[in-house]
């Protein structure tokens, strides 16, 4: 069964902890990428992956990190540096085509992180 | 910088009802685009994309938009809604030129009256 799984689906941290969610891909995509999706502001790119041991800074970037060790996983690390991470967390992949990944994105079903 | 615009941010409508969504990308290079729906508790999924030819693109479940280029437009439409189309839409942009990153709209929340 071909997709792409986040876990947890729900994520309860304390201020000033560092929290990883992960992402898995059996699609054999080579790009994947990290949204932050908030009420009325549709999706925010975090970062994304082309290629294994590659990837670059999204319009977010400040306060996460992330590594791309195998093309089917791209955890993401929220960390203490993010002021607001509360939000939900989407993961997508998609195939290449030529230099940059201009195929379609599927998306994973999300992980809704709450730090309290 | 690029950017998406959904005119609606909420729209409620009964069925049978028809449907139009407005998109609009601030961009006149290449671009790709795509409508993607979230119905409630489930996925994102892509419900259809336009990268050339026709601008008059047909997806699932009677969905269709048009490509305007000189418009810098590419708005949903489905002529006649049903209870099960209420979700969020959100139109996404693939700005080719400017690094191949897919910017989305804010969404627009539909909900269908039965």
């Known amino acids: 069964d071909g997709g792409i799984t986040q876990s947890p689906k729900y994520l309860f941290r304390k201020e000033g902890q560092n929290v990883t969610l992960s992402c898995e891909q059996n699609l054999n995509h080579d790009a994947m990428y990290w949204y932050r999706q908030d009420p009325g502001q549709g999706l925010r790119l975090i970062y994304y992956?082309?290629?294994?041991?590659?990837?670059q800074k999204g319009d977010i970037a400040e306060g996460y990190s992330v590594s791309r060790e195998k093309k089917e996983s791209f955890p993401l690390t929220v960390t203490s540096a993010q002021k607001n991470p509360t939000a939900f967390y989407l993961c997508?992949?998609?195939?290449?085509?030529?230099?940059?990944?201009?195929?379609?994105?599927?998306f994973g079903p999300g992980t809704r992180l709450t730090v309290l | 910088a690029q950017s998406v615009s959904q005119h609606n941010h909420h729209v409620i409508l009964s069925e049978a009802a028809s449907l139009e969504l407005g998109c609009n990308y601030s961009y006149g290079g290449t671009v790709n685009l795509f409508w993607y729906v979230q119905y409630p508790g489930q996925h994102l999924q892509l419900l259809l994309k336009y990268f050339s030819g026709d601008p008059l693109v047909k997806g699932i479940k009677g969905f269709e938009a048009e490509f305007i280029k000189s418009k810098f437009s590419f708005n949903l439409r489905k002529p006649s809604v049903q209870w099960s189309d209420t979700a969020e839409y959100f139109c996404a942009v693939n700005f080719m030129e400017y690094g191949n990153k897919l910017v989305f709209g804010a969404g627009t929340i539909l909900r269908v009256k039965s």
């Open positions: 997508a992949s998609s195939g290449t085509s030529g230099d940059f990944p201009t195929d379609t994105q599927y």
């Open positions: 992956s082309q290629i294994v041991n590659d990837f």
